[in-house]
């Protein structure tokens, strides 16, 4: 079997490089604490487009902050009173959005609420609106990570984004609150797992290459490129010379999905392509290796940073039939 990083009986038991912050709990306690306290003033606008048998929305919701979240919302059309449906809220890759309509029609179809979300600041109409100190420059992992006060990370504030809207699918009269259910891939992967973590009543999560763990294996691994390249631009301006390199992969641990992996209770799948040199296999394994929750991979020996054949007709298995 071709390998990029470790083989695999040292990826069955890699435990991460990232470090995790002495505070990471009381950080997330406290974030969740802002979250809960925020009215989330929900609006439900019927969409331009329009599909038979589908009812399809905007939605658009209050986050932390006071931004403005935009979500494409889609449901069965004509359910009966008291009628609940299964609900999935859906993550986008990095620097995208929710996609296409067309996208989500086969799940609505199927008789499954669908939620998929815009993230703050990327090619979806959620809005970017909290104020940090230092560079914002090449991406949003480094987005607050120079200012003062941690709580000004952007990825904090998109994964209470993740959390909140299942909150609010979990709250719906037409959604059984026993089967809400979270995926997506690459950064949707991440936020999959983030979800998860601080939603504890995701019921099944389906997490494809997920992106946003072990920010330091990245690093000593000089993958910080593509997905991850605002890394090296990072210390390349504000650090050349690594002085604070620990104070950095620090202040990062508090947005590394694998410190909050142990707390995801949902049966969790997870895809991963062993020659992925975007998220690299360890990379993700790090975060796997922590759940206590009922779970399993999906490994592709072949396969990188890609479509992966079979992989949603195994969700769509894993969510409807298992």
């Known amino acids: 079997m071709p390998v990029i990083d470790m083989p695999m009986e040292k990826l069955e038991t890699y435990s991460g490089r990232n470090p995790r912050p002495a505070d990471f709990d009381k950080y997330w306690t406290e974030a969740l604490g802002e979250m809960r306290a925020v009215k989330p003033d929900v609006e439900l606008r019927a969409a331009e ?13 209050t986050g932390v902050g006071g931004a ?15 009628t609940k449906r299964p609900a999935i809220c859906v993550f986008h890759g990095y ?17 499954y609420i669908v939620a998929a979300m815009d993230c703050r600041g990327q090619g979806g109409y959620s809005e970017d609106i909290t104020p940090v100190r230092g560079t ?7 987005r607050g990570l120079s200012d003062p006060d941690p709580q000004k990370l952007l990825f904090r504030s998109i994964y209470l984004d993740t959390a909140e809207l299942a909150g609010i699918l979990l709250a719906m009269p037409q959604v059984d609150a026993t089967q809400v259910y979270a995926m997506g891939g690459s950064q949707g992967g991440g936020l999959t797992l983030a979800c998860a973590a601080l939603e504890p009543r995701i019921a099944k999560a389906a997490s494809q290459y997920p992106f946003l763990c072990d920010y330091q294996r990245v690093w000593e691994m000089d ?8 890394l090296q631009a990072f210390f390349r301006h504000q650090d050349p010379r690594h002085l604070r390199e620990h104070e950095i992969f620090s202040r990062l641990g508090y947005i590394d999905c694998q410190h909050l992996a142990p707390r995801i209770k949902a049966r969790t799948i997870m895809a991963i392509g062993l020659m992925d040199a975007v998220c690299p296999p360890s990379t993700q394994f790090a975060a796997y290796n ?33």
């Open 68 to 82: 403005r979240i935009h979500v494409k919302f889609l449901q069965p059309k004509h359910l009966a009173a008291g």
């Open 136 to 142: 914002t420059h090449r991406g949003h992992i480094i």
């Open 290 to 322: 922590k759940m206590t929750c009922e779970k399993r991979t999906v490994i592709y020996p072949d396969f990188a940073h890609e479509v992966l054949p079979g992989w949603y007709d195994l969700v769509f298995d894993f969510f409807t039939n298992q």
């Open 49 to 61: 487009f329009h599909a038979p048998h589908v009812d399809c929305f905007d939605m658009y919701f």
């Open 95 to 111: 620097s995208g959005h929710a996609g296409d309509w067309t996208e989500k029609l086969a799940w609505a179809g199927a008789g």
């Open 223 to 230: 993958l910080a490129k593509d997905a991850y390249m605002e």
